[in-house]
Nanobody, 122 residues
Framework: VQLQASGGGLVQPGGSLRLSCAASGFTAGYYGIGWFRQAPGKKREWVSCISSSDGGTYYADSVKGRFTISGDNAKNTVYLQMNSLKPEDTAAYYC????????????????WGKGTQVTVSS
């Protein structure tokens, strides 16, 4: 089981980025896939997830209305579209997979991908 996150970068406040989480060695649609982020000196926090049971999507209050998670089963990839980015969104973003259909806490994650850095700054 491997997950590879990509798509991070430097963006100005108000800008957009799309992160990708490519899965290999397993079918991503059978696992709960979540995005988490970790800023320096802070704990890794949950951002969003997509349910493996019904494709339902869930968001932390801090990103609701700005971020959109989606999945492409043909590409075995989960995306996180991030719009209206704020400086407080600056963090390393990680995708993770778990056996639960909905993953909203890092304790539910069995497999982590390497992070991709998102920096929001003018």
């Amino acid at each position: 089981v491997q997950l590879q996150a990509s798509g991070g970068g430097l963006v100005q406040p108000g800008g957009s980025l799309r992160l990708s989480c490519a899965a290999s060695g397993f079918t991503a649609g059978y696992y709960g896939i979540g995005w988490f982020r970790q800023a320096p000196g802070k704990k890794r926090e949950w951002v969003s997830c997509i349910s493996s049971s019904d494709g339902g999507t869930y968001y932390a209050d801090s990103v609701k209305g700005r971020f959109t998670i989606s999945g492409d089963n043909a590409k075995n990839t989960v995306y996180l579209q991030m719009n209206s980015l704020k400086p407080e969104d600056t963090a390393a973003y990680y995708c993770g997979a778990g056996l639960d259909p909905v993953v909203v806490h890092r304790s539910q994650i069995g497999w982590w991908g390497k992070g991709t850095q998102v920096t929001v700054s003018s």
